[in-house]
């Protein structure tokens, strides 16, 4: 089985920037495509980052572009989501998601596992 397990949420100001991780453990070798989803209460859960197989091609949701950088490192199991110029309407929870298929998932129904998510606060 696959385990996604995400750390580095937290409570942060306005413009701060903050580092999440997502740890992957288990059956390693089926996952391919790596993002980064989030949900803020009463919204909907929506796409936040991804990345292929490799890491090499990056997408981010249009609110994202240029503030946060997704990337992976796959000799450690690794995915990680460097958020910059944190705004309010940031404040989500945010999931790790991964996919067997080699295509970064950017859509809900191209994710195969989930993270159990970390919270994100974004508050003076």
């Known amino acids: 089985q696959v385990r996604l397990v995400e750390a580095g949420g937290g409570l942060v100001q306005p413009g701060d920037s903050l580092t999440l991780s997502c740890a992957a453990s288990?059956?390693?070798?089926?996952?391919?495509?790596l993002g980064w989803f989030r949900q803020a209460p009463g919204k909907e859960r929506e796409f936040v980052a991804a990345?292929?197989?490799?890491?090499?091609?990056?997408y981010y949701a249009d609110s994202m572009k240029g503030r946060f950088t997704i990337s992976r490192d796959n000799t450690k199991n690794m995915l990680y989501l460097q958020m910059n110029s944190l705004k309010p309407e940031d404040t989500a929870g945010y999931y790790c998601?991964?996919?067997?298929?080699?295509?970064?998932?950017?859509?809900?129904?191209?994710?195969?596992?989930w993270g159990q998510g970390t919270q994100v606060t974004v508050s003076s």
């Open positions: 998601a991964g996919t067997w298929r080699m295509s970064p998932p950017t859509r809900l129904i191209e994710v195969d596992y």
């Open positions: 288990g059956r390693t070798g089926s996952i391919y495509g």
């Open positions: 990345t292929s197989w490799n890491g090499r091609d990056t």
